[in-house]
T-cell receptor, first 110, second 114 residues
Framework: EDQVTQSPEALRLQEGESSSLNCSYT??????LFWYRQDPGKGPEFLFT???AGEEKEKERLKATLTKKESFLHITAPKPEDSATYLC???????????FGQGTELSVKP | GAVVSQHPSWVICKSGTSVKIECRSL??????MFWYRQFPKQSLMLMAT?????????EQGVEKDKFLINHASLTLSTLTVTSAHPEDSSFYIC??????????FGSGTRLTVV
């Protein structure tokens, strides 16, 4: 069974303290790896899609990378407004269902 | 582009009644839509995959007669929670797939059954 595992479950940072979130996935048959941000009481907001090992994408303080067995979401000099739950999801069939990890709840304190 | 509108954003209903949640793709045609359920502090759990013009495919453990899904057009899918009970209280989220924009999510519906 295809699985996606995120770590840590929760992460507390001070403003400006850079860190990384991890997403491990079932390797065989991966078609795409997605990162989403979810604020309380809201639907997930799309951040990045990665398709092949070695690929990197950036947006403001966030950078997503993909290796052959895991993906990282790097947060550089985070601000309190970056506080949210970050979800990783994988897809194994074109147009098929996303398989989500458990999420990492990020809290950035001023 | 690729905006998904979900309505209502929250609803309170009495036990035993039915509630309908709508999911619309505003600026694209979505042949496939997905319905998720999310409990507090947990990730999204896929309930069913909805294809326009055909019956929905439900995930294991999801009651088809309890959660009715209709995808009658390329821009609208609905989820009806029938004979709702307090244990059906949850956050329901829809998603639509788009060739260029991947998977876009609605803003979610908070259902409370009293």
């Amino acid at each position: 069974e295809d699985q996606v595992t995120q770590s840590p479950e929760a992460l507390r940072l001070q403003e400006g303290e850079s860190s990384s979130l991890n997403c491990s996935y079932t390797v065989s048959g991966l078609r795409g790896l997605f990162w989403y941000r979810q604020d309380p009481g809201k639907g997930p907001e799309f951040l990045f899609t990665l398709y092949s090992a070695g690929e990197e994408k950036e947006k403001e303080r966030l950078k997503a990378t993909l290796t052959k067995k895991e993906s990282f979401l790097h947060i550089t000099a985070p601000k309190p407004e970056d506080s949210a739950t970050y979800l990783c999801a994988a897809i194994y069939n074109q147009g098929g269902k996303l398989i989500f990890g458990q999420g990492t709840e990020l809290s950035v304190k001023p | 582009g690729a905006v998904v509108s979900q309505h209502p954003s929250w609803v309170i209903c009495k036990s035993g009644t039915s509630v309908k949640i709508e999911c619309r793709s505003l600026d694209f045609q979505a042949t496939t839509m997905f319905w998720y359920r999310q409990f507090p502090k947990q990730s999204l759990m896929l309930m069913a995959t909805s294809n326009e013009g055909s019956k929905a495919t439900y995930e294991q453990g999801v009651e088809k007669d309890k959660f009715l899904i209709n995808h009658a057009s390329l821009t609208l899918s609905t989820l009806t929670v029938t004979s709702a009970h307090p244990e059906d209280s949850s956050f329901y989220i829809c998603s639509a797939s788009h060739l260029n924009y991947g998977y876009t999510f609605g803003s979610g519906t908070r259902l409370t059954v009293v």
